[in-house]
């Protein structure tokens, strides 16, 4: 079973900055895809950004510029540094850890970002 614990989220005004933290435990390949996703009221989840274990990284359009995601291969963390926040950028940010051809994927319980003055 894997697990994963988030921390870093909360209330940060437009421009401000936050950084997301996700530690995996468990039985987890060292070939994998880190990263996170978000859910605003109303919408779908949507990808944010992701990494796999040699990485390589994908990036929504919304955040390049903005985000950055990195991770710790030998602590199993992936990381969210958020510049530039957004009102729309204001979400439940959930962490994935998923094998490379999808095999498994497991979520994290999710964190809540706001954006607001």
């Known amino acids: 079973q894997v697990q994963l614990v988030e921390s870093g989220g909360g209330l940060v005004q437009p421009g401000g900055s936050l950084r997301l933290s996700c530690a995996a435990s468990g039985s987890i390949f060292s070939s994998n895809i880190m990263g996170w996703y978000r859910q605003a009221p109303g919408k779908q989840r949507e990808l944010v950004a992701t990494?796999?274990?040699?990485?390589?990284?994908n990036n929504a359009d919304s955040v390049k510029g903005r985000f950055t995601i990195s991770r710790d291969n030998a602590k199993n963390t992936v990381y969210l540094q958020m510049n530039s926040l957004k009102p729309e950028d204001t979400a439940v940010y959930y962490c994935n850890v998923a094998g490379i051809f999808r095999e498994y994927t497991y979520w994290g319980q999710g964190t809540q970002v706001t954006v607001s003055s």
């Open positions: 990494m796999t274990s040699a990485g390589t990284t």
